[in-house]
């Protein structure tokens, strides 16, 4: 999205990614990608094709609900030739001075609901906006085709996704900078997450930003995707893995697609007009669907009884509590060749950050070494190893607690088994 000012205090936080493939330089355009996929089944076509925008798939109005001045979220655009270019004007209104400062905005979007996106907790919904719902969807491999601005100075072209399932005024929902590229670092693709309070998401922000591996993206159009599964993000440039994100949001989310300057990415210019070009926006469904993650249940081989977390004291305890209790049940997520446990009543990840001797459970980030897991089998059964401390989970002391420690690999204590949750 357009940067939020205080978002600025993540920009030491970057997440584990991979870059995969230097390429060579490109002298032309990227060219489109066929209207199929293998494997998967178009949801969503926008070719910009005619002269105008189609009003069933986008509202022309930038968060109009937050501004008083419903005018100032007005995009300035044009459709022609199979393109859509968004422009910034020397004219262009502040969106919101009261509670965004200078910062201009030509930006559209496939839904729209009061108090949506409250990235300012300290800004009241000015006045009610009728429902809007072009387009909104869970999961899918995203498409653009796009042509970067070149204009220089402080501000960016992004296109990003939000949330829409928190309709109420605390508005916790996840967003994903699919491309949220900055005018003055032109050749770096800037790529940014957040959760906004949702627990199921990243708890800080995750930013990314590095070259790249071709062609020139203010003077070329380039293949930017980005396929979205229950448990990743895997960021594509011109059809070659570029990053991932051992995370993903599992909610239904809207889309947004705009230019912007002083929101973050800095003062601007007096270069007018600024402006970006997009070929077009695909949305492709996995076929088959998507399996989302499945609930088990940790069974300590020595004890017979479950790991959970139902007093909330921080502690992961384990007991004989009923196997349908949500405190007791947790998901496995991949972080590279490691795993994650969430657990179902919280969302908060198993860890042993204090590294105190006991197994603890929290909001920590999906890179946190202390909350990644190997799995050893053992005569059927299965060692939790901690990635940060190289110890294993185990209930040796019987005090109630979950431990963490150094434990012989025959003792059953430190023995787990998976078993499915009602």
């Known amino acids: 999205m357009r940067l939020p000012l205080r978002a600025a205090v993540a920009s030491g936080l970057i997440a584990a990614s991979s870059l995969v493939s230097a390429g060579t330089a490109a002298a032309a355009d990227f060219p489109p990608n066929p209207t199929t996929k293998s494997g998967y089944t178009l949801d969503f076509q926008e070719e910009f094709d005619g002269t105008s925008l189609n009003s069933a798939k986008w509202l022309d109005y930038y968060l109009p609900h937050w501004t008083s001045t419903r005018e100032n979220a007005k995009a300035r655009y044009t459709v022609a030739n199979g393109v859509l270019t968004e422009r910034l004007d020397a004219d262009t ?65 992004a296109f990003w996704l939000t949330g829409i399932e928190d309709t109420s005024s605390a508005s916790r929902n996840p967003e994903i900078d699919f491309i949220e590229t900055f005018f003055n670092t032109p050749d770096k693709w800037r790529i940014a997450a957040y959760g906004w309070g949702d627990p199921n998401f990243l708890s800080s922000w995750t930013l990314m930003q590095d070259p790249v591996p071709s062609g020139t993206p203010t003077e070329e159009y380039h293949v930017y995707g980005m396929d979205w599964t229950p448990t990743a993000l895997n960021f594509y440039y011109d059809n070659q893995l570029y990053k991932t994100i051992n995370d993903a949001p599992n909610m239904a ?20 007009p600024k402006s970006w070009n997009v070929d077009y926006i695909r949305v492709f469904k996995k ?120 434990v012989p690999s025959g003792y059953w204590t430190s023995q787990w088994t998976y078993q499915p949750a009602s």
Do not use: C
């Open 93 to 157: 209104p502040a969106w919101n001075p009261t509670y965004d400062s200078t910062v201009k905005i030509s930006s559209i979007q496939s839904y729209n609901k009061d108090w949506w996106h409250r990235f300012n907790y300290s800004m009241p919904n000015d006045h009610h906006e009728p429902d809007f719902n072009g387009y909104t969807t869970k999961y899918g491999y995203f498409e653009i085709r796009a042509k970067l601005s070149n204009v220089g100075g402080g501000g960016h072209q």
């Open 253 to 272: 989310m809207g889309m947004i697609l705009g230019i912007y300057t002083d929101a973050g990415s800095g003062q601007h210019n007096n270069v007018w």
């Open 287 to 406: 076929d088959g669907g998507y399996q989302e993650a499945g609930y088990e249940l940790l069974k300590n081989r020595q004890t017979g009884a479950f790991a959970h977390i139902q007093d909330k004291t921080g502690k992961v305890q384990y007991g004989a509590v009923p196997a349908t209790w949500w405190s007791a049940q947790w998901t496995r997520e991949q972080a590279g060749s490691y795993v994650r446990l969430k657990n179902r009543w919280t969302g908060e990840h198993l860890n042993v950050e204090p590294n105190d001797g006991v197994a603890h459970y929290g909001t920590t980030p999906a890179t946190w070494w202390s909350g990644q897991w190997t799995q050893e089998q053992v005569d059927g059964y299965v060692r939790l190893k901690d990635r940060q401390t190289g110890k294993y989970l185990h209930t040796e002391n019987l005090t109630g607690e979950v431990q963490h420690g150094t």
